[in-house]
Structure formats: C-alpha cells, structure tokens
C-alpha cells in the first residue's frame, strides 16, 4: 500500500475531481481502483493531498503533449523511458514502455533499452539521447563535452532544453514513485540481511573459511 493516505472523489478538489472522472469514471478510486491500463491509481489519489503539487504536475504532463514542443514524440518517450529503467521505476519504465509502442517503436526496440548500448536497432541521434539519458539520471547532470556536442548536431537548443526538462521531470517521478510507494513501485526492498541456515543473524565472519592465514 502507499505510505501516505488516499483521497476520496467526494474529499478531492476541483480539478482532482476532474481528472479522477477522466481516470476512473464514476468510480471513487479509493475504493475501487485500477485504471485502463492496469495500474492501481494511486500515483492521483495520494498527490491529491497537495491540490497544488497535483495542479502543477499534470500541467507537466499538458507541457509535454502540447503542440507546442519542438521535441518529437518519439525522442520524448526515449528519455522517458530510458530515465524510468535507469532510475529504477517499474512503473514509469512500464508506462513508458507503451507509450514508445504508441509513438511507433518496435517491440525490438522497447526491449532493448536496458541494454541499448549494445543495441543496433537505434538510430545515432536516438543513441545521442539515449547517452545524454544516462548521463542526466546516472551522472545527475555531469555530461561529456563530446557528447553535448553531438546532442547538438542532431538536435536544436529548444529540443535539448524541452528534452532535458522532460527527461529530469521523469527521473523526479521515479524517485518518488519509489518513495512513496506507489503504483507498481509499492515494493519490499529487496537488500536486506538474509538469516544464516539456522534462521540466526549472529556475529560470524564470513570470509574465515577462506582465510589461508586464520
């Protein structure tokens, strides 16, 4: 479950109230959730706490499908989807799994971002964003002047900056998707102390068996 409350449809502001219509129809979410593609809903009904975080991160979403954006849908959902595997979300990589099917990528492709880096199903200005992805999620920012300068051969300063501010917006939403434990990322953490045989967590050292000179 999330590690903050739910809010209602009748307890949700305007707009919430809006969106969970859009979202769940006639549903209260609450009490019975799920979404159309699978997804429990949570990620609404908890940001709904803060009527304006939830106000400001779905004029997000509005900002990246506007018609506006010089940046193509498909370059977009690259980032997205690359920043969702590489941060660690199930969630975002898996919505954003179908949004790169929906923008005309193949299932070839899809498959390959975990691995893209060996990949030969990606174009090179697909490459350059898929490295510029790491380098904004693993290197929180730190990005090779050879590679900013291919970025900027293949795409204008406009691309680069709607790019940049999408992909980063997405890496934001995986951490706190994990965080707060939401949709598909409501898991155990998985790292922890396993008991040894006998179901103890003595002191042991576990290397002595090895240790030539003990």
Request: net charge negative; charged share 25%.
């Amino acid at each position: 479950m999330p590690r903050l409350s739910e809010v209602s449809r009748d307890d949700a502001h305007p707009f919430a109230q809006v969106m969970y219509k859009m979202l769940f129809g006639d549903r209260d979410p609450v009490a019975e959730p799920g979404t159309a593609s699978g997804t429990p809903g949570n990620w609404w009904t908890v940001f709904a706490n803060c009527p304006d975080a939830f106000d400001h991160t779905t004029a997000g979403f509005q900002f990246y499908r506007s018609e506006n954006r010089e940046l193509s849908a498909r370059h977009r959902e690259l980032g997205q989807c690359r920043a969702g595997y590489v941060a660690a979300s199930q969630f975002v990589f898996s919505q954003h799994c179908k949004a790169m099917r929906d923008v005309g990528f193949t299932d070839e492709q899809v498959e390959a971002i975990p691995n893209w880096s060996t990949a030969d199903c990606f174009s090179l200005d697909e490459r350059v964003l898929l490295a510029y992805t790491d380098c904004l999620v693993l290197e929180h920012g730190r990005v090779p002047e050879a590679l900013f300068d291919q970025l900027k051969e293949h795409f204008s300063e406009v691309e680069i900056i709607e790019f940049t501010y999408i992909t980063c917006t997405y890496a934001m939403h995986a951490t706190m998707t994990k965080a707060l434990r939401l949709e598909y990322d409501d898991v155990d953490e998985r790292v922890q102390e396993v008991p040894d045989p006998d179901g103890n967590k003595a002191g042991l050292d576990v290397m002595a068996v090895v240790d030539t000179d003990g």
